[in-house]
């Protein structure tokens, strides 16, 4: 079965830490595999994505995540985290094609202490 | 360029009321899609559009829920009768016709249903 497991419902993190976020999939063809922030009273907005190529992605704000596909895994990574990045965070994955219908993790909720 | 744009932001209604949706994707962008937002849960689709063809909507209700995209660009979601459960936060977004999976997402329809 297509699933996205993101272990860790609720992260908090001092401001200035490092931050990882994990994210596992279960994909039976190649995974696109997507990071998405929500800030509070918005919509979500792409961090990053990963196709193809070097399993190290950059995206913005900051953000990178790795994929490591003998782990199924798509881990968000940032070296300081700000205030600012207080917001849910959502692993999605999904496959080639036009069609294709993204599966989408619970979401991991950050807070971020002064 | 401008974002997803969706109304009314809020909308509170008693259950067996009817309420609707509106979004205007991005210039251009084939695909639009619903979502369903529940507190704590990531994002679940309820209906995708290419154009003014419903590409997925295994997941709608479709006894309460239904959705049109009459002239491929601006869409209407509808609720009717609403049901306490309906309570959610109701996410417009597009895509480019190319798909790489990257989503564009409106600021979404918070529904409260008393």
């Known amino acids: 079965a297509q699933s996205v497991t993101q272990p860790d419902i609720h992260i908090t993190v001092s401001e200035g830490a490092s931050l990882e976020l994990r994210c596992n999939y279960s994909y039976g063809a190649t995974p696109y595999l997507f990071w998405y922030v929500q800030s509070p009273g918005q919509g979500l907005q792409l961090l990053l994505k990963?196709?193809?190529?070097d399993t190290l992605v950059q995206g913005i704000k900051g953000f990178e995540a790795e994929f490591k596909r003998s782990q199924s895994s798509f881990n968000l990574r940032k070296p300081s985290v700000h205030w600012s990045d207080a917001a849910e965070y959502f692993c999605?994955?999904?496959?080639?094609?036009?069609?294709?219908?993204?599966?989408w993790g619970l979401g991991t909720s950050l807070a971020v202490n002064p | 360029e401008a974002g997803v744009a969706q109304s009314p932001r809020y909308k509170i209604i008693e259950k067996r009321q009817s309420v609707a949706f509106w979004c205007n994707p991005i210039s251009g962008h084939a695909t639009l899609y619903w979502y369903q937002q529940i507190l704590g849960q990531g994002p679940k689709l309820l209906i995708q559009?290419?154009?003014?063809?419903?590409?997925?909507d295994s997941q709608l209700p479709k006894d309460r829920f239904s959705a049109e995209r009459l002239k491929g660009v601006d869409s209407t979601l509808k609720i009717q009768p609403a049901k306490l459960e309906d309570s959610a936060v109701y996410l417009c977004a597009s895509s480019h016709k190319t798909n790489t999976g990257e989503l564009f997402f409106g600021e979404g329809s918070r529904l409260t249903v008393l």
């Open positions: 999605a994955v999904g496959g080639a094609g036009n069609n294709r219908k993204l599966i």
């Open positions: 990963y196709f193809s190529g």
């Open positions: 559009f290419q154009n003014n063809g419903v590409v997925d």
